[in-house]
């Protein structure tokens, strides 16, 4: 079983900036595409990003030129830089293995981020 575990979340101020990680305990991780979510409170949970091994295949609308999204194969591990956050970004991030774009694996704990001043 892949266990996902997501970290980097916290309290940001409107503007502000933060750096999301995941590790993904898989072999192989180099061959898979790997992506970002985030479920604020009432809503669904929305897809923001995947990363293929070296070219971006997706950044959601919705974030699209504030957030990127990169990888680490060699640490098993995919980053989310978030810039100019505001409050709407409020939301549990999760990460998770993808086959097209539907999550492949059980959701980890997610980490928290609370944009608010």
């Known amino acids: 079983q892949v266990q996902l575990v997501e970290s980097g979340g916290g309290l940001v101020q409107p503007g502000g900036s933060l750096n999301l990680s995941c590790t993904a305990s898989?072999?192989?991780?180099?061959?898979?595409?790997m992506g970002w979510f985030r479920q604020a409170p009432g809503s669904e949970r929305e897809l923001l990003a995947i990363k293929w091994s070296s070219i971006t295949t997706y950044i959601a609308d919705s974030v699209k030129g504030r957030f990127a999204i990169s990888r680490d194969n060699a640490k098993n591990t995919v980053y989310l830089q978030m810039n100019n956050l505001s409050p709407e970004d409020t939301a549990v991030y999760y990460c998770?293995?993808?086959?097209?774009?539907?999550?492949?694996?059980?959701w980890g704990q997610g980490t928290l981020v609370t944009v608010s001043s």
């Open positions: 898989v072999s192989r991780f180099e061959i898979y595409a």
């Open positions: 998770n293995r993808l086959s097209g774009k539907k999550p492949m694996d059980a």
